[in-house]
């Protein structure tokens, strides 16, 4: 089979490029009791509230954006990868490790560069304040919903983070595998697939098959090496997102920023290849002229609604995804005893192993409505 024309091409090179440059677009208590007094169980029993595990947090925090790689431990014994901060502020780029921020990401860590000082919330970086209130050196006021808003100004962050390291991970792990079955391909010429290869172009005889020329017709060639780049990055991020341990667990496809740069990578392919009737069929429906005032903002809406759905239909399935089996392992800590593990563990691996299927299923979900709308774009008047 040859597919050499497609990992040779320019839009393979593109596509590449896009992907690099997208990729830049995450208490301990002493008690010392001499007598037992009711002041004291009162005392005792508000510590052991606040010592429960609080399972919102602990779920949020684990598919939450870092500035760390987490590999084990806590506190003195924490050991990861402390990814660089790069900040573009008032006074121009200033960068230091994450490391300096003490693994604190409550604003009570103040780090002083330049000039300037940084403090992280909740895996965001602002400006610190100058005095600290109630140990925070942010300032916050209290939202509709009783949530705490920062009021403290931010700098830019362009930081490598968990995520942003995982998408680098992923795009050279992706290059190193296809340019060696292009160069298969092109050694191999006419004979049969072996290797990498072999493993390969089944998938990618899939794609082109069962995605592209359906949807795409006999222009489908122009717009596979784009398909395959979507297809295997969000699949091999999907699969490396339900590993526990390093280099794996970062939920990267299940970060709407993501899923909204590859919506919009979507967009602009199918806009920018438009043909007169897509364009006809938007500015002048097939309605009586009255109608126009109507159907045209209606079009217009459906444009902008097609990449919204590619978005939020990755992000949730993903982040679902995560949320239940997190949610699993933390019935142990809710109902506070050990004979619930079992059962837990139990549905834990039944979703783990459902979660293996859906990690393909999305990528070909989006991949297939991206050809789809690429195609209705393209698509010639009959």
Excluded at 149 to 158: H, Y
Excluded at 220 to 241: A, K
Excluded at 282 to 294: A, D, E, G, S, T
Aim: hydrophobic residues 50%.
């Amino acid at each position: 089979m040859e597919f050499s024309h497609i990992f040779n091409s320019r839009g393979a090179r593109i596509i590449a490029f896009i992907a690099l440059l997208f990729s830049f677009s995450t208490s301990s208590a002493e008690n010392d009791v001499a007598q037992v007094s009711s002041v004291e169980v009162e005392s005792h029993e508000e510590l052991e509230k606040e010592n429960k595990l609080d399972i919102n947090s602990f779920i949020l925090h684990h598919i939450a954006d870092a500035h760390e790689f987490h590999f084990f431990g806590k506190g003195e014994g924490w050991k990861g990868i402390y990814f660089p901060i790069i900040l573009f502020t008032e006074q121009g780029l200033v960068t230091f490790s994450a490391k300096e921020f003490q693994l604190d990401n409550e604003g009570a860590v103040v780090v002083e560069k330049g000039g300037q000082r940084f403090v992280r919330y909740h895996n965001k970086i602002y400006y610190a304040s100058d005095e600290a209130d109630h140990g925070s050196f942010l300032s916050m006021t209290t939202g509709d919903k009783g949530e705490h808003i920062v009021t403290n100004a931010k700098p830019w962050d362009f930081s490598i983070t968990k995520n942003v390291f995982t998408i680098l991970l992923s795009v050279v792990a992706l290059c190193v595998i296809f340019i060696s079955v292009a160069n298969s391909y092109k050694k191999r010429e006419g004979k049969a697939p072996k290797g990498l290869q072999s493993l390969l172009e089944p998938i990618i005889i899939f794609v082109r098959d069962d995605i592209a020329r359906p949807n795409l017709g006999y222009k489908y060639e122009r717009f596979m090496p784009y398909l395959l780049t979507v297809f295997f990055f969000i699949w091999f991020n999907n699969m490396l997102g339900l590993v526990p341990f390093f280099p794996g667990g970062a939920n990267v496809t299940g970060n709407i920023a993501v899923t909204m740069v590859l919506a919009c990578i979507t967009l602009i392919i199918t806009l920018f290849n438009g043909n007169k009737y897509y364009w006809g069929h938007i500015f002048r429906p097939n309605v009586p002229w009255w109608l126009y005032p109507l159907m045209i903002p209606v079009e217009i809406i459906g444009v902008f609604t097609k990449p919204i759905a590619l978005m939020i239909r990755l992000f949730a399935n993903i982040t679902a995804g995560h949320i239940l089996v997190l949610a699993l392992i933390s019935l142990i800590f809710v109902f506070e005893s050990v004979a619930v593990a079992p059962a837990s563990i139990l549905f834990v691996l039944f979703i783990s192993l459902i979660e293996l299927l859906v990690a393909f299923i999305q990528a070909f979900i989006f991949t297939i409505l991206s050809a789809l709308f690429i195609g209705m774009a393209i698509e010639e008047h009959h």
